[in-house]
């Protein structure tokens, strides 16, 4: 089975995923879409620890070979190298995965130098070690050049403040030639200088830059919605540091105030709502709630992610790093 291929995620072009199979190590993690897809729907990989991650095949491996080969015409057409995100059904710094595989995809990464891979991880405190092993054997083995490659972009994972604190030093403390963030689903504001203004001055030096931030809601079943001032507040900490803002989706909430004429003549109370407060908790306005209400509580529509769109105050954010 081929396990890359074309993607709907808005900020890469495909995706690749190596192994499949992962451990939640995140609250962001509680309803994990590619548990459900290759546990549930494809019964190929178990999630948790302990569980054996599997090796996608080697027909799979050969597509970024093929991307690479097609690359010219790739940039005739886009103007830029494809952005192919890996792992989408796994982790690459997964401390459960042969570090063979892993050295395995440093050398393909290494032999595609014409593809930007996106490598995202929730255990961005593995990175720094695992990237030095991985490299020194593409290195030994296959005269790769010194790290950091120009074609990886190194992403974290995040979803609260809690997280940001722990690990936006870590990741601005990796060599990388493109360093991100993706906060998706955001569960909570985030305040990215205080979480930098925690790094030790003496790791990164002038070079602990964020070059990216992507932030959205979540979708799908269960899925928590997200305080709306949490997203504008990312807008506007990354304009303050000139840092390009990708806002992904809504997902499956929108607040009222955002929702188009056409979705409210839709909604006649047949979508659910709930009242956000800042702190991420949300309630119903039952009667039988007697939670107080504050002048920031918003309410928000539980529509779907086709309907949600990704307009942030009636704006568009879709900025990649230069
Ligand atoms: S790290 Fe990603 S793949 Fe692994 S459990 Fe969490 S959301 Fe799922």
Same mark, same amino acid.
């Given at each position: 089975m081929i396990m890359a291929d074309t993607t709907n995620i808005a900020w890469t072009d495909s995706t690749f995923n190596p192994w499949m199979g992962c451990t939640a190590v995140s609250p962001?993690?509680? +309803?994990c879409y590619a548990q459900t897809l290759v546990e549930g729907r494809f019964k190929r990989a178990e999630w948790g620890p302990g569980k054996p991650r599997v090796r996608t095949s080697a027909t799979n491996w050969k597509l970024p070979l093929q991307w690479e080969r097609e690359h010219e015409a790739f940039y005739r057409e886009h103007g830029r190298n494809r952005r192919v995100f890996c792992a989408s059904l796994a982790?690459?710094?997964?401390? =459960?995965?042969d570090p063979a595989w892993r050295a395995d995809l440093f050398r393909l990464i290494a032999a595609t130098p014409h593809l930007t891979w996106q490598l995202l991880t929730k255990r961005i405190g593995n990175a720094a070690k695992m990237i030095f092993e991985a490299h020194a054997d593409a290195v030994f083995n296959h005269s790769a050049s010194a790290w950091?490659?120009?074609?990886v972009w190194l992403g974290a994972t995040i979803c609260n403040q809690q997280e940001a604190d722990r690990d936006i030093p870590k990741l601005l403390s990796v060599p990388a030639a493109k360093r991100f963030l993706s906060? =998706?689903?955001?569960?909570g504001a985030i305040d990215i200088q205080r979480a930098i203004n925690r790094?030790?001055?003496?790791? !990164? !030096? !002038?070079?602990? =830059?964020?070059h990216w931030v992507i932030a959205g809601g979540e979708s799908g079943p269960h899925a928590r919605p997200s305080h709306p001032d949490w997203f504008a507040s990312l807008r506007d900490q990354c304009k303050a540091a000139s840092v390009p803002y990708f806002f992904k989706q809504w997902g499956e909430w929108i607040p009222e105030s955002g929702m188009d004429r056409a979705m409210r003549m839709l909604d006649h109370g047949q979508f659910d709502c709930v009242h956000v407060k800042l702190d991420g908790s949300y309630h119903t306005n039952?009667?039988?709630? +007697?939670r107080q209400w504050d002048a920031s509580d918003v309410r928000m529509v539980s529509v779907g992610k086709a309907l949600s769109g990704n307009l942030l105050d009636g704006v568009k954010h879709e900025a990649f790093p230069i």
């Open positions: 962001a993690c509680d +309803h982790d690459v710094f997964d401390n =459960e995965v950091p490659w120009a074609n906060i =998706e689903p955001m569960l790094m030790p001055w003496q790791i !990164g !030096g !002038g070079d602990a =830059e964020l039952a009667p039988d709630d +007697h």
